[in-house]
């Protein structure tokens, strides 16, 4: 059993309550007192019916690991590089957290073409001028023995530590020699590259 709250419907019993030593807790509602709300000695609560907030539930007190935003940036159009080090393939979003605390998720979908024999595509991510990867091979890196077009997928949990907007972009480089192209997709051309950014509660 539990100690009862019961809210009836017929007039002048409005409220009656029955108590006990199990240390739940019941509300409950209608002529029959159906439970709606059961709290355990844990603090656990458990609605029979349908919670509907009409306000709103704040970053702060979601629980850890919650999704807080998530904020997407597109490419459509190829680009093509000959450098060696990693250079800016346009595709870019900002996200601002509502915490220091808090980790951004980056996930980026594209594709890399290697033209020629013995060419290598390296893609990375960077957080403004700081490259995620912390490596001259990035996070993913294709090598051809012929022409290669394949996805140049890449995630990645980054630590911002700001409460400032954040700006994230995909980089690509021409790891071995020639030009490289990102985000071409097929012999006739581009398709849609995708950044998605996703807030992480710490």
């Not at 009656?16 to 030593?21: A, K, L, P, S």
């Not at 459509?76 to 990693?86: H, R």
């Not at 980056?106 to 960077?126: C, E, F, K, L």
């Amino acid at each position: 059993m539990a100690s009862i709250i019961s809210a009836g419907t017929t007039s002048g019993t409005a409220l009656n309550m029955t108590g006990d030593t199990s240390g739940q807790l019941q509300l409950a509602t209608g002529a029959s007192a159906t439970t709606a709300l059961t709290i355990d000695t844990s603090q656990n609560a458990t609605f029979a019916g349908t919670l509907t907030a009409t306000g709103k539930l704040t970053s702060v007190s979601m629980p850890t690991g919650s999704v807080l935003q998530v904020v997407q940036g597109t490419l459509t159009s190829t680009v093509t590089t000959s450098s060696a080090s990693f250079v800016t393939t346009g595709l870019t979003a900002s996200i601002t957290p509502s915490s220091a605390s808090n980790k951004i998720l980056i996930i980026v979908n594209g594709a890399g073409d290697i033209s020629a024999i013995g060419q290598q595509i390296a893609t990375t991510i960077y957080r403004g001028a700081t490259n995620l990867a912390a490596s001259t091979n990035g996070f993913a890196n294709n090598y051809g023995s012929s022409r290669v077009i394949g996805s140049m997928g890449m995630s990645y949990l980054d630590s911002p530590a700001t409460t400032s907007s954040t700006a994230y972009a995909a980089y690509f480089a021409s790891a071995i020699s020639g030009s490289v192209v990102f985000n071409q997709a097929s012999s006739i051309g581009s398709s849609v590259a995708t950044i998605t950014l996703m807030e992480i509660k710490g």
